[in-house]
Each structure stands twice: as C-alpha cells, then as structure tokens.
C-alpha cells in the first residue's frame, strides 16, 4: 500500500467500515482523480518511458488508463495488460485516467475514444510493449550496477532479480537512471504460457471507491466559482426557440443567468435546485419545426414503404436468391420490427466546462475525449493544445457518451457566463432528447427443399442511418454497414443469400446503442431461423448446427451453450426453451433462455440464461463474465419492456414509470461460460446483448406457437 498520508473524511470512513464488515481487502492505492492526474502529467515523475507508464523513486507505478471506465472493466482489463509486462507489484499499482492527447488514439478508431468494444482487442499489443520497455529499461539499469549481463537479471514484484546472487533493487531505485535511457523500439513480449496476471481472476481496481462514494463521477466535479445550469430544449424533436421572457425565471432565487444556447435557453444558478425552479418558471415559445405532425404510425409507414422497395443498397449477394426461391418446394416469408429505444444510462448526461480566453477545461463523462477536444477549441475559438480534457467515471455508457450535446451546452454557457458551469440533465430531459437505437423494419422471404433444408434467403432492412450523421461521408452508395451487421455477416450454409438495405431517414435523431446493428437484427436473424426450423420440421439447436459447419467458432459457442442448457432434456411443467447465436465484435456468442409463459395473463418470465461466450484470448474471466451478464440484462430489459414511441414529434416516455428496466424480482438465473481460445483477444462489452432477445423470442415460441415478430414482447399478444 501506499504510504501517501490521507485526510480520512466521510467517505474514507465509510470506507473502512464498509470493509471492516464484510472483510474486504483491497490492495490498491486509487489516488484522488485531480492527485492522479497531476502526477501522470508531473515532469518530476524521474521514468515516463512512453505515454502509459510512471515509475517514482518511491516505488509508485501509475498506469495511465487510455479508455472510459464506464463499468465495463478496462481500468483493471488495460492495467493487466501493463502490468504483466511490466512486472510490476500489482498490490502497489495506481491508476489516472489519461488526458485528451494524440498518443491516446483508439488504434481502431484512429481517435481518442472508447466504444465498439475495442478496447482490449485495440490495446493488447500497445500497452504490452508499454509495459515490455519499462521492464528491459528498468532490467539494463540494475544489469550496468551489478556489472553483469542482462540475461542474468529478471525482474517481478517492481524488483529486478540478479538470478544467481538473489540481489535486489526496487523500481523506484532503478527509475532515475533509467529515465536517462533511449526507449528500445523492438522488445520481446512474453509467452502467454509465462502469463501469471492475463487470464486470470482478477478483483476490479475501481470496486473499492465506487462502493465507498469516493469515485468521480461527471455529476460530482466541483470546481472554485462553479456555477449549475439546466436547459430548456423544444419538446418537440428538431425545433427550436422562437422567443422568450426571462423575467420570470430571473426572480427565482439563485439563478444568475438566462441565456440562448444552441440546443435551447439556458438557466445558470447558484445551485441545480435553483436552476430547474428557474426553467419551469420560463416564458419559451418555441418553433416546433417540420416534425410537430409526426408520429409513431407514421414512422413505420415510412419503414414498411422503403422495406418494399425493391434495388436497395446491396450488404451481401451470394448465388441467385431469384431462382433458388422459384427451385424452392416451400417458402416461408415474415416481417419483423423493432422501435426506437433510449440510453437511460444510470447518470443522466452532465458536463463541466471552464471556457477562458487563453484556455480551456471540460470534467466529463466521455466516450470520445478527441472529439470533445476539436468541439471545444472549435467553440472556444482555441488550438486543440489548450483544451484539457478531463474524464471522469461515466455512470453508463452504451454509445450515448460518444455524442458532444451536452459537451456543446456546458462550453457554450460557460462562454456566454464567464464561469465554470455544470450542466445537468433530469431524467425526462435524458430519455426525451436522446439519440436513439434506430426503429428498424425486416422484411424475408426464404426457400426450403424438400428435405428442409435452406436454398435462399432475401432480407431487405430499412431503418435510419447512424454513420450518416456521426461519420458523415462514410456511408456509400446508400449502404449504412452498422444498419446491416448481424443480418449480412450471416453465417449459415444458404447457398443463395441476398441481404439488402433501404437507407429511410425518419426524423428522430438516431446514435450508437449498446451493439448497435447487432441488436435488433440477431432478433430478426436468429428469429427467422428458428421460424425455419419449425417450417422443416427440426429442432431448431439441430437445424443451426448442421448449417454452421463451414463456421466453426458460432458452432463451437452453440454447442457449450445448448449442452450446458441440457438442450434436448426434459423441462420442469411449463418451461420451455429457445436458442440463439451471434458473433459480433470478433466475439461468438450463444444464449439459451428458459422461459414460462401464464396462459391466463400472458405475462413472460425469464427463469434462467445459459451464455457461451468465445472472446478470444481472454484478460480478465471475472470481467467477461460481468459483462455477458451486463449485456443480457439490457437486451432483455429492451425485449421485454423498451419502446421510444412519438406523437406530434415528442417522446411520450419520460422517467423510469413509463420507460421501465427490468427490476431485480425479473433478473433471470444467468450462467456464463467462457471457450478457452488462443485466438487473439475480441469484444466483452457488447456481444452478450444481441442473442438474448431471440432466445427469449423463439422460447415463447416453443411454449405458445406463437411468434412475436415485433418486439418488445407484449402479454396481449400471447393470451
């Protein structure tokens, strides 16, 4: 443990006797967010040998954590990574969440930003040879004292080793000398069969301060002078102000300022309380704009129309769907649907802004610190450089952080005030000015023959485009690639397939959610399927089998999860089983839920989920683990209960009454199992979401003979 002398207030009290009750041991040092930042920034720190590692002549490792801990894992995933190179104590270890800086870009991405599960399939290499050139830096330091060759030395625990005489010397007696070497290009990395911290059990770094209230979320900065501000934005989606009265608002006690912004009419107060008092007092009458009309019937007419329009931007064309169809001796046709749904991250969007004329600090919950970077030195009117960016704990992510409204809202106000101003969004304001998972529309046709098996397939998608909006210029030829993954990227043996995408804007802004295309079309994918299953007259676990035999990793995941489900044995009295598979994110999964079905209400209850999960080389099992668990939650929350419907352009939804989450009286049993796999390392924090909703879907299924083709699954639609 460190040594570093702390003031013990309420929070550390409650954290000693939090751990004294339960007999919580943690052996990590987390220092406060602004202490940790200012020590990865300190030039005093004698061993910064690249951007991720710092080493004081105390013994201090402070590992610089590239990526949002947004409850995923990576602060623990990415330091294991580090450390196992590095050879560090990791009972010693502290983190500090890096700054916005172009030595941080998502190798993926090619800027700084966390999302589409890569961040440890982005950092495996970078950080491990982070970690390497520390350690042989480190090693050729000790080796020049002892006067002997680098071969003989090793190093572990923050110690380099002389093998043969069994002397020490700690990192921190190392760290000055080695700071005054050339960092080595080309190290060698060790054998995975050397892994002692990778692949293994490991307890999460940040665990102790979440419990004990000690972390920082975006809604906790404080900072001198601070000032708290709401915003009023157009009830109605795409309008704007048209004029308003201030005076009102102004006589509330504690409001300072009224001022326009671009996303509505800002009110900044001495405290949040103040400021939404000041917002209902507001006189605002808004130009409610060209979607004042629109509905949520309209909105799938618009669908169903672009669905039916044939020469669709083509995801996939494999043989002659036309004439396999036209051989085929049955065909079987469907048309599924899946509505708008919202974030609801547990933390409501917030951001703190400092806007200076010869600077810039932004304290956020972030996905993208890059482009929060380039948002805030465009606004601010400054170069990049001057912008920090400072990233907190995120209370939720699921895609919704990777945008820069509420950002944009903090540096414009602070701007108009001249202060340090946070922005804090109420429940209603989150769910109701969200960017939503995109309503979708899927219309198959598909030919058996006549042993039952599959000759076509034609699936044509509509729905809106995210990547036209977030990544302008990258959907070409009409073709939006994260609208079709999981429906073009389908892995059984059809020897014709035709899969096919009508881009149909609709007027509801729409964002990235938790496994984006993947979401809605592994329902409509593996639904399907399983609808040809029965058509043939299988059983649809065999029926998949035998068609994924040229995909040997959706197999494999296919097989552990139905054996481990007892797929094919008997039930208790009225349970019933569905299954399901996808890969996304490089990961395979496949989920067996097991489900009842009242036949007097309709209601739906989901008694247990067997996950089988191949992520490649795995870091950390516990995390994988949380994360399948984590992903089947929200997509079978979104099953079950999610829906964003609009009339007259507004969200109807508003709180957590009438946009539910599955309570924990409705968590089903969840077991998970990991493949052992050599193959380089894939997803965790997206792909346990997408078969859910199928497996439930083909379950209720097998209990009712009916089919739920749109989702969420209603009770109604099952009496």
Known sequence: MSSATMKVDRREFLKGAAAGATGLVIGFYLPNRLEARAAAADPTVPFAPNAWIRIGTDDTVTLVIDKSEMGQGVMTSLSMLMAEELECDWKKIRTVFAPAAKEYANPIFGIQGTGGSTSVRGMWTPLRNAGAQAREMLIAVAAEKWGVDKA????????????????????????????????????????????????????????????????????????????????????????????????????????????????????????????MQGRGALEVKWEEGPNASLTSAAIVKMLEEGASKPGGAVARKEGDV???????????????????????????????????????????????????????????????????????????????????????????????????????????????????????????????????????????????????????????????????????????????????????????????????????????????????AAASGKDPYEFRRRLLQKAPRHRGVLELAATKAGWGEALSAGRYRGIAVMSSFGSYVAEVAEVSVDKKSGEVQVHRVVCAVDCGRMVNPLTIEAQMQSGIVFGLTAALKGAITINKGRVEQGNFDDYQMLRVAEMPKVEVHIVPSDQPSSGIGEPGTPPIAPAVCNAIFAATRKRIRQLPIRAEQLV
């Open 152 to 275: 003989v030395c090793r190093a572990e625990d923050s110690q380099v080793i002389h093998t043969q005489t069994k002397q020490r010397l700690s990192y921190g007696n190392l760290a000055e000398a080695a700071g005054k070497l050339p960092v080595p290009s080309d190290v060698k990395l060790k054998d995975p069969k050397q892994f002692r911290i990778v692949g293994k059990a490991m307890k999460r770094l940040d665990s102790a301060d979440k419990t004990c209230g000690r972390a920082e979320f975006g809604i906790d900065v404080r900072q001198p002078g601070m000032l708290h501000a709401v915003v009023a934005r157009c009830p109605v989606i795409g309008g704007k102000v048209a004029s308003f009265n201030a005076d009102k608002a102004k006589a509330v006690r504690g409001v300072q300022h009224v001022v326009q912004v671009s996303g509505g009419v800002a009110i900044v107060a001495d405290n949040t309380w103040s400021a």
């Open 322 to 532: 036309t004439a396999g169809l036209a051989s085929a001796v049955k065909k079987v046709e469907a048309v599924y649907q899946a509505p708008f749904l919202a974030h609801a991250t547990m933390e409501p969007m917030n951001c703190t802004a400092h806007v200076r004329p010869d600077g810039c600090d932004v304290w956020a919950p972030t996905q993208f610190q890059g482009v929060n970077q380039m948002t805030a030195a465009k606004i601010a009117g400054l170069k990049p450089e001057q912008v920090n960016i400072h990233t907190t704990y995120l209370g939720g992510g699921f895609g919704r952080r990777a945008e820069q409204d509420f950002v944009i809202e903090a540096l414009e106000i602070s701007q108009a005030v001249g202060a340090p101003v946070q922005v804090t969004w109420s429940r209603e304001d989150d769910i109701q000015h969200d960017f939503y998972r995109p309503a979708s529309y899927s219309r198959f046709e598909a030919g058996l023959d006549a042993e039952g098996w599959p000759v076509a397939w034609s699936n044509r998608i509509a729905c809106p485009s995210i990547m036209s909006r977030f990544f302008p210029g990258s959907v070409k030829n009409g073709l939006d690639e994260s609208s079709v993954e999981g429906a073009a990227d389908l892995p059984y043996a059809i020897p014709n397939i035709l899969v096919d995408y009508q881009l149909t804007e609709t007027g509801i802004p729409v964002g990235f959610w938790r496994s984006v295309g993947h979401s809605q079309n592994a329902f409509f994918s593996e639904c399907f399927v399983d609808e040809l």
